[in-house]
């Protein structure tokens, strides 16, 4: 009997260490559900183990792969255009609930490609929600993250909700970031509403950003309402920026009225660089309805250096639509500098014009 036992009991240990085997090779990952209830479970007494939350679990296990895996997938590529693409499809991945959590594990990494996914992530965010997002960068400390993440902010909120941006952007503590965060609100709100980007940015401190936006701004006014915008811009009472904000106001004038735009440039604007600048300006447009008409303001001009660029622009149109007419013209004026000036404007065109006629290759058959 005791033999058979004995017998029995060695047929039976390799079933259970296979038994064993594959019960072991069956063990998955705790889910979110069995560690909660692992949580709650007493521990024996002689183990001396404390268990981790499980929010800390998947906190560590969800930042991880964010911040890591993701920014290892962008930088593998070499390519411009793919890690573009890459870059997109990164962004694409992190749902719109994740976008808090994503940005946390991004905040501490100074590399270009974190940063880089970090303002494409505060975009999509800004455009699904920017009061979120404002509310999200307002705990950032200052520094390029909190300045780049309001710049995207700034730009997403501006195109979906003017006011709302204003209003967000002018709550702002003073400094760099406020500046730089208006003046990006300020050129979307150029192209729609520039009436309200010249309100917004003229409380700003007078720098070369501030004035370089001021003039696109009126630039875009002057399109639609240019008398509206000449009486604007004669009103700043710094003059040299006064004198930038007509040019801006001429030459785009010029594109409906240049006739107006003339008018404006000559009365308007000292002599010196910034009314050479107009007069060109106003001229390459004038030229490319009414060349004789361009010419006979331009022969109003007194012997300048603006004069001088002015015939040279109108002379290199009207050759290549009209070269006899520009040649009447030359022939009719009175013997003097702008004859001479002209004269060689002319020669010049017409080597310009031969020159570029040569290099067209032919096309036979025709």
Not at 37 to 59: D, I, Q, T, Y
Not at 108 to 118: C, I, N, T
């Amino acid at each position: 009997m005791k033999t058979m036992i004995a017998f029995g009991l060695v047929m039976l240990a390799p079933l259970l260490a296979v038994t064993l085997r594959r019960n072991s090779t069956n063990l998955h990952p705790l889910s979110e559900l069995d560690l909660a209830s692992a949580e709650s479970r007493p521990l024996p007494n002689n183990v001396n183990v404390r268990l981790p939350k499980p929010a800390a679990l998947l906190a560590t296990k969800q930042a991880q792969p964010l911040h890591d895996l993701l920014l290892e997938t962008i930088e593998a590529e070499i390519d411009p255009d793919r890690r573009s693409e890459a870059l997109e499809r990164v962004v694409e991945s992190v749902s719109d609930s994740d976008l808090p959590v994503a940005l946390a594990s991004l905040a501490g990494d100074v590399s270009p490609g974190a940063a880089e996914l970090s303002q494409l992530l505060v975009r999509r965010w800004a455009e699904k929600d920017a009061p979120a997002a404002a509310a999200w960068t307002s705990q950032l400390p200052d520094g390029p993250l909190s300045r780049a993440a309001r710049e995207q902010i700034a730009i997403a909120w501006a195109n979906t909700d003017l006011p709302a941006a204003a209003d967000w952007v002018q709550a702002l503590p003073e400094g760099v970031g406020k500046q730089a965060a208006t003046l990006d609100i300020a050129y979307e709100a150029a192209r729609t509403e520039p009436i309200a980007a010249l309100e917004l940015v003229s409380t700003l401190p007078p720098t070369q950003a501030r004035d370089d936006l001021l003039v696109h701004a009126i630039s875009q006014w002057s399109i639609t309402h240019p008398t509206d915008a000449t009486a604007w811009a004669m009103q700043v009472i710094d003059s040299n920026l006064r004198q930038r904000l007509v040019v801006a106001v001429a030459v785009a004038l010029a594109e409906q009225d240049p006739a107006a735009a003339a008018t404006l440039a000559a009365s308007s604007l000292w002599a010196g660089e910034e009314q050479d600048r107009a007069a060109v300006s106003i001229v390459q447009r004038w030229a490319q309805n009414s060349p004789q008409a361009a010419a006979s303001w331009v022969a109003q001009f007194p012997d300048m250096p603006s004069r001088d660029a002015a015939v040279s622009n109108l002379l290199a149109l009207w050759v290549a639509r009209d070269a006899e007419a520009a040649k009447t013209w030359l022939s009719e004026l009175p013997v003097g500098t702008l004859h001479d000036f002209g004269i060689a404007a002319y020669t010049q065109a017409l080597a310009d014009r031969d020159r570029t006629l040569a290099a067209v290759p032919p096309i036979w058959g025709m």
